[in-house]
């Protein structure tokens, strides 16, 4: 395949940036660097045309990211489970850095991929402290569950857990400030939090991990945070239509917060009754009004009101 002139794909991992120029049509190797990122950004800074694309890998690409939005460098960051299914569409078999490059410049040229969003630096500060209490907040589980299981070990489990509690509470007040910091966040956690089954975690969850919430049709909402039946079709047989993929995290906050919104005297209660009492199974009925909470979510952000009982 000829890759147009301007593409680039850059495999990223920890130690090195592998990065394939269609222009020049070679691959080169650089450290995974502050430095290497800047070189390249100031080379393809003077290229209108260039667009880069890689992987989405957490604080592995971090580097590339933060130069790239400083110098306006336009670039792509793709789903990893998304560039390895095209990759075997495509017919790349061999799996090493730098044909996943060329893959990467690939992708780029065969599908119409967005350029990510401009950094939002507030944004990213309270997802860095949300991960870091949702960490917490798995350790104490682990270590409640090790105190019932090991009564021996009981002053240190419980001096642990103490620990994790006094951490998590100041983690959480670390986010409220974070957030009252912020106009934009603050605006967003109130409207958030008027509907139903939003508490604080839920909210600091879609503000943090959904930044899109409010530009997204209700499908892609639906969708993005791994709410959606999908069809499984073939021919005459007509499968059982089930979620997948997503944000998980998301996900898991909005479940929560639709068991608790049921318990409200909202219409949220009535469809949970109402889909009981056809027969649907809770967890099933309770995903379906998760959905539904979001894509409200989805408008309230959008139209900037609160939610309407």
Not at 146 to 162: F, G, N, Q, V, Y
Not at 167 to 173: F, G, H, P, V
Not at 219 to 237: E, I, M, V, Y
Not at 271 to 287: C, F, M, Q, V, W
Request: aromatic share 6%; proline share 4%.
């Amino acid at each position: 395949m000829i890759i147009r002139s301007g593409l680039i794909g850059i495999d990223v991992s920890k130690a090195h940036f592998d990065i394939f120029d269609a222009e020049s049509g070679r691959t080169e190797r650089h450290p995974n660097s502050g430095e290497s990122a800047r070189s390249l950004a100031d080379r393809l800074q003077n290229r209108p045309q260039a667009f880069a694309i890689f992987e989405a890998t957490g604080r592995y690409d971090r580097n590339l990211r933060v130069v790239f939005d400083e110098l306006g460098v336009a670039y792509a960051r793709v789903n990893p489970s998304r560039a390895r299914d095209f990759a075997r569409a495509a017919g790349y078999l061999a799996k090493t850095d730098a044909v996943d490059a060329r893959m990467l410049a690939a992708m780029g040229q065969a599908l119409s991929l967005c350029p990510a969003r401009e950094r939002d630096r507030e944004r990213e500060r309270l997802s860095g402290l949300h991960k870091r209490r949702d960490q917490l907040v798995a350790m104490r589980a682990c270590e409640r569950v090790r105190l019932s299981e090991m009564p021996d070990l009981k002053d240190s489990l419980e001096s642990h857990i103490a620990w994790l509690d006094q951490e998590i509470r100041r983690l959480d007040a670390m986010i409220a400030a974070a957030i009252d910091a912020s106009e934009t966040l603050l605006e967003e956690a109130r409207l958030l939090r008027t509907a139903p089954g939003i508490g604080p975690v839920a909210a600091t969850t879609l503000i943090a991990l959904m930044p899109e919430l409010g530009s997204l049709s209700p499908k892609t909402a639906a969708a993005l945070a791994g709410l959606a039946p999908f069809n499984a079709d073939s021919g005459q047989f007509r499968g059982v239509r089930r979620i997948k993929g997503g944000r998980r995290r998301v996900r898991q906050a909005l479940y929560m917060a639709a068991i608790a919104a049921i318990r409200s005297g909202t219409r949220f209660k009535t469809i949970y009754e109402t889909l009981r009492a056809k027969g649907k199974p809770a967890k099933l009925a309770l995903i379906a009004i998760a959905r539904k909470l979001i894509v409200a979510l989805n408008a309230m952000v959008r139209d900037r009101v609160a939610f309407q009982a």
